[in-house]
């Protein structure tokens, strides 16, 4: 290892460059950074109104009298589930498409996660 004037340690050889192409700015960095928690912040509060749900459907369940208000009860629950599972996966797989499209144009233009095309069911 060699001291540049600077006192860095570089190894033999190294030249000091520019960051390699595609490599974020700090501003950047931080503007994505700010993205990630603001979508990971909307998925908490997602799961939190899911998980409510799921309670509210084991008080009905608790209630039921016959096995065929049960079977009502529970493909009530199912249709909810499965309509919650698709919400969530479309508001994931958008939150990623916006941060992998935006990383390589600076995160400058990136939108914020999940503003656009905010459709289906509140769960």
Not at 63 to 73: G, H, I, L, Q, Y
Not at 92 to 99: A, G, Q
């Amino acid at each position: 290892m060699t001291r540049e004037s600077g006192g860095a340690v570089q190894a033999p050889g190294a030249e000091h460059t520019a960051p390699p192409h595609g490599a974020l700015s700090p501003e950047a960095q931080n503007v994505l950074a700010e993205q990630v928690r603001a979508a990971f912040a909307a998925w908490f509060s997602q799961a939190a109104i899911v998980q409510h749900h799921e309670a509210e459907f084991g008080i009905r369940l608790a209630r039921c009298r016959t096995p065929s208000e049960a079977v009502v009860v529970c493909g009530g629950w199912l249709a909810h589930r499965v309509d919650s599972a698709v919400v969530m996966h479309h508001r994931f797989l958008e939150m990623w498409l916006t941060f992998a499209t935006a990383a390589p144009n600076g995160a400058g233009g990136a939108t914020q996660p999940g503003a656009a095309g905010k459709t289906g069911s509140s769960t």
